[in-house]
């Protein structure tokens, strides 16, 4: 059976794996999923899947890719399991015992974005306000890569402002980063692997084949293990707050070469339901985690944004604060981190401007007073009333994602205390 021609999704197979293991176990399986029927709502009414038309010159057409070299890991084989999407009696196989057939049948049966078409702020008339994007800015240009969207697709390979782009979502880890896709030199184009590590989506790229944890953005397995993509800066809100902020937006509205209503809002829910993070709080995954990689510092479920300067990373939990600014340090280095909702709206950037290090409070109506100046800025970190009016605040690279997935990335990672 060839699953990239079905188009199958994580979220409605996982659906029904998640609905038989609650009934069959009774949430005793920590891989599975407590009988909490409010928090599958929405996954077991999903829509029906995506399917698609592969354009023509898309790197994601099936076609030769490099063998991934199993004699170079820096993680067990064992603890890579490829979904099987219900298409064997097995729910999952591990990379170690895999065939090549079904290895190969599964390789992007989570369709990837490639060659992305964009349109105007409105043109996806199904995006609601409230619905979650992931923002990115090149050039004086911004983008806007809704969650329904990335929920069904994970990856989105572009190239913008002539930098080569990796946009990555993955549901089960509530993570969305957008990473450069040059590595030492070389650029890389990603596909599905339709694996997870440690709950997390596995990317592998075209040129050598190597498999990528996602959340991480570090080459596991194959030629380039030990590699690591370098995230960039990107912005998680409401799809209206981002719009406001930037009225001529270019929003993904299909895929070049006849897919241009792909995205025509039919088949793209939203999330697994409130409950899917009180669960992962309750350390139940969807697939198996090890307990020994879990850094009991914070609730695995707990939502936070990393923030990377250089090699220093710190991670700034996000789920106790409505609306703050959060002033740290990170590698030395002051940043700031922009928050509302709940860490659903979330930005962070440098705190020197123009040659002083400011300090921020939050102001309301998601606006933000630095101390030393007086001037008022926006999510956008753009000033306005105040005498540094006209000045942009730099955005610094961030990823977001539940805690989990984060300490796994990061082991010992320097958390943020105010």
């Not at 999923?33 to 898309?58: C, F, H, L």
């Not at 002539?162 to 590595?183: A, H, K, Q």
């Not at 937006?249 to 993070?277: C, H, K, R």
């Not at 800025?377 to 006209?390: N, S, V, Y």
Request: aromatic share 10%; net charge negative.
């Amino acid at each position: 059976m060839n699953l990239f021609l079905l188009g199958i999704n994580r979220w409605t197979a996982l659906a029904a794996v998640l609905l038989v293991l609650a009934v069959a176990c009774g949430g005793s399986d920590p891989t599975s999923a407590p009988d909490q029927t409010d928090a599958m709502t929405q996954v077991t009414t999903a829509k029906p899947t995506p399917t698609s038309i592969i354009p023509e010159g898309s790197s994601v057409v099936p076609k030769i890719v490099p063998d991934v070299d199993l004699t170079k890991h820096s993680v067990p084989l064992e603890e890579i399991v490829f979904d099987t999407f219900g298409t064997t009696s097995a729910r999952f196989v591990p990379l170690s015992e895999i065939s090549d057939e079904l290895q190969t049948d599964l390789r992007d049966a989570i369709i990837p974005v490639d060659l992305p078409v964009y349109g105007a702020a409105d043109a996806l008339a199904w995006l609601e306000g409230d619905d979650l994007v992931l923002g990115y800015e090149s050039g004086g240009e911004t983008f806007a890569y809704p969650i329904n969207i990335l929920n069904f697709h994970e990856i989105v390979n572009d190239d913008i402002g002539g930098v080569p782009v990796l946009i990555t979502y993955c549901p089960l880890c509530f993570s969305g980063v957008v990473f450069s896709r040059e590595v030492d030199g070389q650029t890389l184009t990603f596909g599905n692997t339709s694996a997870l590590y440690q709950s997390d989506l596995v990317m592998y790229d075209h040129q050598t084949g190597s498999y990528w944890f996602q959340v991480a953005g570090e080459a596991v397995v194959g030629t380039l293990t030990g590699s690591r993509l370098k995230a960039l800066p990107s912005a998680t809100m409401p799809w209206a707050n981002w719009k406001a902020l930037h009225p001529e937006t270019l929003l993904i509205t299909g895929v070049e070469g006849g897919l241009e209503t792909l995205f025509d809002g039919a088949s793209y829910g939203n999330s697994f339901g409130n409950g899917y993070q009180d669960r992962i709080n309750n350390e139940q995954f969807a697939f198996p985690v090890d307990r020994d990689k879990l850094d009991g510092r914070l609730s695995a479920g707990e939502i936070v944004l990393t923030v990377e300067i250089g090699d220093a990373v710190t991670a700034f939990p996000l789920g106790d604060i409505d609306g703050g600014a959060i002033d740290g340090e990170v590698g030395g280095e002051p940043v700031v981190v922009f928050t509302a909702s709940g860490g659903l709206t979330v930005i962070a950037f440098s705190r020197n401007v123009d040659g002083q290090t400011l300090s921020f409070e939050y102001a309301g109506d998601g606006r933000f007073t630095d101390r030393e100046t007086g001037t008022s800025w926006d999510f956008a970190g753009r000033g306005g009333d105040g005498p540094l009016a006209g000045s942009r605040l730099e955005r610094v690279s961030t990823r977001r994602s539940f805690w989990f997935a984060v300490a796994i990335s990061f082991p010992g990672i320097e958390i943020h205390t105010p």
